[in-house]
């Protein structure tokens, strides 16, 4: 398995036995301060004169979860033979029908691009982490995190199922194959151009590989505009930039990790115009967090999932149980922004959103 799938996978146990431990999956607040959705944009609002310099947490909040589609009711083409990356080589998988529509992924990414496309009506059920409200009343058919119930995914008569491999166990997942639904792997990274690739491949599952290319063009076109408009904000002197470190914390399951390169939280704060602080320290994939590692990186500021920090006692309790975090200058300005557990990290057709809500937060909390 390439290096950046094992990573997403890895991630997909570490939720899994969070959930196992009890750890909550509320949406509440791990901050003492939000910033609110506005409607104002990015271009005009007004940065913090220092951001090194400010103190106290924040939360970053979407101005809109809902996804807009680049089609409405896109012709398809079906059947359609396509290739699905199983996680022991390629395969060839024929969709003979998406009348109902399964999209599995950690971060409810693969169900967002299916509403992008403008196929959301397909869906007739949904994981944990697709949260827009376009999808809030389809039926959850994942449980302890992202653990899938194979008897819930039957109970729906699923035509189609396009994951992954992030959500699981893969063998339940395959079994559901030879139960006769058609089961399509899609392979892809967590950065940009993978979200153009995965835009790709849910699309040609779909059987509209057209509309997939006008949907990867906007992502494109609206990530690149996102990313300009961040930069006009973010300190352009390398000295002023904020060092940024992204922790993965479960408390109650004594999980406390530290996000690296191809994680996804790397290309992430390059695009919030920060220094990815683990990346100098040399720091890959996602691994346990180090007191020495941490204090080294010395970050300004902490990304963190929301429930994550809510699970760890919020920053109160994340400083009694890690006192290392509390020696970094992130630590001792209490600087932390937090963002809800299924959109921070969702490299798909919200990723501007979640970009733009991020920035708000960094830099005019």
């Excluded at 991020?358 to 005019?364: C, D, F, Q, S």
Aim: hydrophobic letters at 45%.
């Amino acid at each position: 398995m390439p290096a950046l799938r094992r990573t997403r996978a890895a991630l997909a146990l570490l939720v899994i036995a969070a959930a196992v431990a009890g750890c909550s999956t509320s949406a509440t607040s791990g901050g003492d301060a939000t910033t609110g959705a506005s409607v104002v944009p990015l271009s005009e609002i007004t940065p913090l004169a220092d951001p090194k310099a400010y103190e106290g947490p924040s939360t970053a909040l979407l101005e809109s979860a809902s996804v807009t589609p680049v089609a409405t009711d896109p012709e398809q083409s079906l059947p359609v033979t396509v290739t699905s990356h199983d996680l022991d080589g390629d395969t060839a998988i024929t969709v003979e029908s998406t009348e109902r529509v399964l999209g599995l992924s950690l971060a409810g990414d693969i169900a967002a691009t299916i509403y992008g496309l403008g196929l959301g009506d397909s869906l007739v059920g949904r994981d944990v982490s697709t949260t827009m409200p376009e999808a809030e009343d389809l039926p959850i058919v994942t449980t302890g995190g992202h653990s899938i119930n194979s008897e819930s995914v039957l109970a729906l008569r699923p035509t189609l199922i396009i994951t992954d491999g992030t959500v699981g166990p893969t063998d339940v997942i395959l079994q559901l194959r030879d139960a006769g639904i058609a089961v399509v792997f899609v392979k892809t990274e967590p950065s940009i151009d993978g979200t153009a690739e995965l835009a790709r491949q849910v699309a040609a599952a779909m059987g509209v590989e057209s509309t997939g290319e006008l949907l990867a063009d906007a992502m494109a076109e609206e990530t690149a505009a996102k990313i300009a408009e961040v930069a006009d904000i973010a300190p352009a002197d390398a000295d002023d930039k904020l060092r940024i470190a992204f922790l993965y914390l479960r408390g109650s399951a004594g999980i406390y990790y530290l996000f690296g390169e191809g994680s996804g939280a790397d290309v992430l704060v390059d695009a919030l115009g920060g220094i990815d602080v683990a990346k100098e320290i040399d720091w890959t994939g996602m691994k346990p967090m180090t007191d020495e590692a941490l204090i080294a990186a010395n970050p300004d500021l902490i990304l963190v999932m929301t429930d994550g920090l809510e699970s760890a006692g919020g920053i109160d309790g994340l400083l009694a149980e890690k006192p290392a975090v509390g020696l970094t200058t992130a630590g001792q300005n209490r600087r932390f922004v937090d963002m809800a557990d299924g959109e921070i990290l969702g490299f798909g057709p919200r990723f501007p959103a979640v970009l733009d809500a991020l920035a708000r937060a960094v830099y005019a909390p």
